[in-house]
């Protein structure tokens, strides 16, 4: 059992600095997630080797296609072993029943996650898209349809969370990205909330990159993170 919120991001182009990097996390202390750059340089052998070092992983494809495509791509998902796998919910509902039924009895289900709505997109895009409701609303829509589904929570900002932990409840996952340790620096991300105080506004789980992944000791960084929540070295 893995204390620890934190999700390390594995941004990286090639396998051997993502490997280097891990050669310092204990995989106690946190998760990692894997993404489309990594993922598509480095295949399914990249996975196995983060099992084999202990790791849980979050394979982070955010899948967007016909029910049928989607629900084949969450086996193959399943079949690595990985912890957790993302869909889009705007995908709709028939795709988010599919994804469901596609990880029914897996030997090992992985947490199913939604992405609502982008948090790269500001008013202006989504406007753009003429969708119905305000940018909140679209996102509360599809955090609910997605816990209607079934699925195990969705991606969210931090500052979306506390109004998704009061509409969805506890028991759904929160996973949040945009977080930075006071102090450090906010990188591309336009609005960053701490650990702690995401954690406080009921994230579950913390996606976390650079702050970890370019500190001169990556271990005292996540480290530190974690001792910011309460969490200690190696529990
Ligand atoms: O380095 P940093 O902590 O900003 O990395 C955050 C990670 O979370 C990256 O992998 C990024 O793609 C991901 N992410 C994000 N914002 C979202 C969704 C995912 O930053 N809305």
């Known amino acids: 059992m893995i204390e620890s919120p934190v999700i390390v991001a594995l941004d990286y182009a090639e396998v051997a ?8 996390l204990d995989p106690n202390a946190c998760r990692v997630k894997v993404g489309k750059e990594l993922f598509t340089a480095a295949g399914p052998a990249l996975i196995e080797e983060l099992h084999d070092r ?3 992983v979050f394979l982070d494809l955010k899948f967007h296609d016909i029910p049928n495509t989607v629900a084949a791509a969450l086996r193959s998902a399943a079949g690595l072993g990985v912890w957790m796998v993302n869909v889009h919910a705007s995908g709709g509902r028939r795709m988010l ?16 996650i939604g992405v609502t709505i982008l948090t790269s997109m500001d008013a202006e895009d989504f406007a753009e898209l003429a969708y119905r409701d ?12 997605s816990q209607d589904c079934g699925l195990d929570g969705v991606v969210c900002s931090a500052r979306e969370a ?20 006071a102090g ?28 970890i992944t370019q500190a001169d000791n990556p271990a005292a960084a996540l480290a530190a993170i974690n001792a910011s929540l309460g969490i200690g070295a190696s529990s």
């Open 134 to 145: 305000s940018l909140e609303e679209q996102v509360q829509r599809l955090a609910l349809m």
């Open 17 to 24: 600095p993502a490997l280097e990097l891990v050669r310092h």
């Open 54 to 56: 202990g790791f849980q």
């Open 162 to 181: 506390p109004r998704l932990r009061e509409l969805c409840g506890e028991g759904f996952s929160l996973v949040t990205p945009g977080i930075r340790p």
């Open 97 to 112: 029943d599919a994804s469901m039924r596609a990880l029914d009895g897996v030997a090992h289900r992985p947490l199913l």
């Open 184 to 211: 450090a620096a906010s990188d591309d991300q336009r609005r960053v909330v701490t650990p702690a105080d995401a954690m406080r506004d009921g994230a579950s789980y913390l996606v976390i990159g650079r702050p």
